[in-house]
């Protein structure tokens, strides 16, 4: 692709600015930290842009949308001020093609839930244990450059099984956890014309955003979600006129035919 | 399972009482002719109740959803008129592990759309043609008792691809259409603990719920959408206590705990 | 199924006989303790016999392989001993509909690889520590009655990823090790109209088989991977008649015409 | 990606050789027309050779598999004339990560059933009759600059199901035929770091390989199986020290221990 990715990466952006722990950790928000390794590992590969929950649309207007090839998503604290609107809106972009990265406690997100179907909920715990991220598909696009079978987390919170989502279209992450439990860290789906990955390393009370192979798998995830081009076809057609001929047309019950 | 699996058949019932062609195909409803090809085929291993869209609720009260195992769904004329509350009720059942078994133009019903994240759109057109329903997975517990490679139905309406579903977990079957389309016609997905099946043979104004094959799907669909037992787990759950022993402790802001 | 389902334990059957450790915890072989827990667990829905690699033909003649609808493999120390031959049948078997089992260190069996395409390989290391095994689908018929999020096994083989398998059908189990690992430990696939399902716990040094939820594990999946009847169609089949008529033929060059 | 892609186009040669139908198509060969199509579509962002059946090792020496980064495969009349040797050279740089496409009647050649698992059979007529070309996964990279929601090949030689494959992890394509059969005619497959795809248009004694569409479709193919680096993990690996601390060791028999 000639042009840069369009990238918005869109953060509630609420524990910065009501934490002294968050915002010393993340001064400028947890989006600045992103944008910064998505500029620094991407370069002239992608364009970004900010959101944030409290902007009027939070951020994601029509237009805003439209001009967005990949989106990520960090909420938390805030899921349910995220209006149904903009979710249906969202939504609509991801069936049309547009790339949806879902970060950490964004699982119980509003637009999440939506394209997956199922509660998202999972086990956790905040004890600032270590959490070992094993690839479990060396060969995904997402897993490149990680440059052993696993990387580390020194304090990390616990996000465990059973998590309820569709079983991933792909596996590519499995993580471990000290104080006993695993969980499915990086997953993908497809919906509609749209890529979804999930990707749950990442907190606001730890500097985990700062770690270079979290980076480095947010980075692959936005350019492998990357629109493919192609139809949008995710409307009804009724297409009267068959393509090839039918030899004898029984009588239909004319009153029956309707829009769907 | 000893206790005969508990099946609710809901249809919305508007097309019977509306249109004399329909009328005439399905006397008592579409819905009779499948509870009567379930009890034919499955004997005492089911027992089937009926629900339709005008009884209070729907008829799927929080006690019958309770004594329902699996639910098949018929609709068309009246997806919106179908409450957003029954449609959540539904969901949160079918997340507990009740199986659904979604059947033609309820592709377009909330309760499907919902579970799938999709617009679940299509091409159709209703020309009476020839139908040519592909078994594309032998060994799948749905094919099982369909004598030959595929079967046939007369006239059909046509429902063609692109259909805009997240990619089935298990595709048992391909409809060919004499018109010129093709169709993903057999698909299951699992969502939270429970079976989701989509068939799309079968239509108001055409005796394809009398067809053999489409009732031995139908049936065997129903079967294996059986609920499997054990624990639901499609709610947070936040564990303080490690299992196993961890290190050294981290100090976390308490202040961000929070119940998810 | 009216009649029982005939399963059919294969053992390679030699640690028993040539450790002192091993025989102290099996001594009968450990195809008699998995062939004692599907007796109590399952009863008269199965009917089981004993397979091993010093019988003619491994135990696995063309007859025992007919009245086997689900085949169970543990081996290790004798992988390549298994004659091609019998590999070649046992996969001819599968694709017609025989369920297969593979248990443990039987993940580097010819059997395994051959109906997988990958090496199958994976970290290990055998350190007695704890195995916690998640359950990640407790939807899913083989995680039927087990009774929490998880069982542990005190003692276990540590197996790791990256597991070189394609992606489960299906993941059931996901299991945490002491030491930092983590592994699929509970996957499924299908390949022609058999059921293939892999489950890592068990080892010959350890008493994991008379653990009461991996028995359960074992016998919930010996049951999933029971055929379903109908056609074998992994044959080709041309098919000179067209099924619908077409308009015009064109001139093809028989001289091409041969079979398949 | 800064250097080319390096793609090796293997093709039997044999019909070119003998008939003159296919040398009138195909007069220097298959692999000749979809090298120009490659270079025509794709520019220099690939650099094609192409290897034959006669040539010493089939062209496929350690040193041409080790500078190709996808293999395109080509065979009908010689599959059996394709070394085993050469069969686990071209597996083992599959699970390595090279990409491979295969076309058409190498449905039934050695490496695409080795990577399956399955017989790799179908249905099949040769009436040169029409063939509709549905687009099932508009958002696949694959399906990417195809206009519309199929595309047709005048005359085409039918394969139909049952297809006896693993069930694709994409389907991005499925073929109506005129005489009535259907054909999951796109698919992927990833083994070890490999991505496979199946396409299945493509005759020798049809001008199919001169189709815009079915080039496009070829030209994707071979983009989507690029590798995307990072480590191959296909090999045992014994790990003695744990990453994390082991409370308590029991006695192992190191006797048992061994390498895998």
Redesign the interface.
Known sequence: MARPLRVTIWNEYV?ELT????RGLYPEGMHAVLAAALARLLGGAVRVRIATLNQPDHGLTFEVLAETDVLTWWGH?AHERVEDEIVDRV?RRV?E?MGLVVLH?AH?SKIFR??????C??????????E?V????????I???????FFEIE?SE?Y?????I??P???FA?????????F?SGCT???????VVYFSPGH???PIYHHPSVQQVIANAVMWAA???????????????????????????E????A?
């Open positions: 524990h934490s002294d722990v968050v604290a939504q069936l093609g406690s119980n939506r394209l997956m179907g199922t509660t909920m999972l086990r956790w715990r905040e004890a600032a244990e270590r070992r094993w690839i479990v598909d060396p060969g995904h696009p897993s490149a450059g990680i440059a052993d079978e304090h616990m465990g099984e059973h998590f309820d569709p079983q279209d792909e596996l499995i993580s471990w956890f000290e104080g006993g439990e695993v499915r789906w497809r919906r509609g014309k749209g890529k606001e009370s730890f629109p493919s081009g192609g139809l949008y076809l995710g409307q009804g057609r009724n297409i009267p006129q068959p393509l090839s001929p039918i030899a004898a047309r029984h009588v239909v019950d009153s029956l035919h309707r769907k």
